[in-house]
């Protein structure tokens, strides 16, 4: 078994792209200058990498997400089909006197998001903004500020409903804080911030 990227015939990727071992670029893909795919990563059909993001590693990259540059993406992050990383916080075809922006005439912005963070169907991430860790944005969200890690995170604008844990599923409160019923870790919550608590009860 080879450690080779596999990248189908029909995506377009920059010559200056670097794509991880065993990583997987699919269909009609379009990975431009000077990106970085992780090793064992997946880039579904029609799905777009800007010049410069960087994926970590075992990223799933689903059908026609759009990830602008200068996003920055951390291990094991998900992003739904068509969901959109954007790029301008003043987004203009024109300068003011109706000449066209070149690219000198705005300043990019990036979206973060942080190791495990997954993000849902359709949900758009306004730059500039970052995902915590393990944080999850249903499907057709609209984030406009900041995500705590392990946060769950809907409607539009986004709001924070509840806590997930690294399994995805929502936390469950009880006397001691909050608990994952499918792998029985427990969190801490302090000042709005989740932390796991460690089997010897330290935080992390």
């Known amino acids: 078994m080879t450690d080779d990227p596999v990248v189908h015939r029909s ?11 065993r990583s997987r670029v699919w269909h009609l ?13 997946n880039v579904g059909r029609g799905a777009y990498i800007g010049p410069g993001v960087v994926l970590g590693d075992a990223c799933k990259i689903q059908n026609y997400a759009l990830v602008y540059e200068p996003a920055r993406l951390g291990d094991g ?4 089909p068509a969901a959109v990383l954007t790029n301008d916080e ?3 075809a024109v300068n003011p006197d109706l000449s066209a922006k070149s690219h000198d005439d705005w300043t990019a912005v990036g979206v973060t998001i942080e190791r495990g963070a997954s993000i849902g169907a359709r949900a758009v991430c306004v730059a500039p903004v970052t995902i915590g860790e393990w944080a999850l944005v249903a499907a057709g969200a609209v984030v406009t500020k900041d995500v705590p890690r392990h946060a769950l995170v809907v409607g539009v604008p986004g709001r924070r409903v509840g806590w997930v844990g690294r399994s ?14 499918e ?17 010897d009860g330290s935080g992390r």
């Open 183 to 199: 792998t029985g870790e427990r969190y801490r919550e302090t000042d709005g911030a989740l932390t796991r608590v460690e089997a």
């Open 168 to 181: 995805g599923t929502p936390l469950v409160a009880d006397e001691d804080g909050w608990v994952c019923r």
């Open 90 to 92: 003043f987004p203009r």
């Open 29 to 41: 893909a379009q990975i431009r200058e000077d990106a970085t795919i992780g090793a064992d990563c």
């Open 11 to 21: 995506a377009d990727v920059a010559e200056s792209a670097r794509i991880g071992p």
């Open 77 to 80: 992050v998900f992003i739904g």
